[in-house]
């Protein structure tokens, strides 16, 4: 199993619709959890960090399943400005908290 | 307050040759770490730092040099580069990398002929 497997992708949506990420993680010791997003030819941001009860900002919403060593993203009520890459982000890759194990990223296009 | 730049954007070199991508944060982190990211292959770290003094290997370190001297500056050395090490680099800082933002550089494009 790979350490951060996410969705492949391409996901191309209307503005206005609701599209869900999935990311599955093996380490089971992993304890930071994290959704950053990357524009083309840009460098990834922090989109939000995912914590055990789940947690939103305004129209994204992450879950995270420890049980099923799965993280999820939700986004309601898209914008064209939405389109980017996400990628879906462990730490404890290697057997080390100070290491950060990226997923290879979901590319998301909303359509006008 | 510039956060994390990086030199050059842009270097084209030919196979054998050496050089150093520039890395620097001015916001006093500990945690700096290199990554490279290649179409289908998402980033993958190559070096990292948790302090000056202190580096420690990633998952791809081979063909590459850290040191860090400072806490503002983190260089990576490609010691003889090939056209396997074309790719797209990332310097990236934190606090704390497993508990806090990571923020990037803009990134070096790097081609090897």
């Known amino acids: 199993r790979k350490e951060v497997e996410q969705d492949p992708g391409p996901f191309n949506v209307p503005e206005g619709a609701t599209v869900a990420f999935n990311c599955t993680y093996s380490n089971s010791a992993s304890q930071s959890f994290f959704w950053y997003r990357q524009d083309c030819r840009k460098e990834p941001k922090l989109l939000m960090s995912v914590y055990s009860s789940g947690n939103e900002d305004g129209r994204f919403t992450a879950q995270l399943n420890r049980a099923s060593q799965y993280i999820s993203l939700l986004i309601r009520d898209s914008k064209l400005s939405d389109s980017a890459t996400y990628l879906c982000v462990v730490n404890g890759g290697g057997g080390s908290n100070y290491k950060l194990t990226f997923g290879k990223g979901t590319l998301l296009t909303v359509n006008p | 307050n510039a956060g994390v730049t990086q030199t050059p954007k842009f270097q084209v070199l030919k196979t054998g040759q050496s050089m150093t991508l520039q890395c620097a944060q001015d916001?006093?982190?500990?945690?700096m770490s290199w990554y490279r990211q290649d179409p289908g292959m998402g980033l993958r770290l190559i070096h990292y730092?948790?302090?000056?003094?202190?580096?420690d290997q990633g998952e791809v370190p081979n063909g590459y040099n850290v040191s860090r001297s400072t806490t503002e500056d983190f260089p990576l050395r490609l010691l003889s580069a090939a056209p396997s090490q074309t790719s797209v680099y990332f310097c990236?800082?934190?606090?704390?990398?497993?508990?806090?933002?990571?923020?990037f550089g803009p990134g070096t494009r790097l081609t090897v002929l």
């Open positions: 730092s948790v302090g000056a003094g202190i580096t």
């Open positions: 916001m006093n982190h500990e945690y």
């Open positions: 990236a800082s934190s606090y704390s990398p497993g508990r806090s933002t990571q923020y």
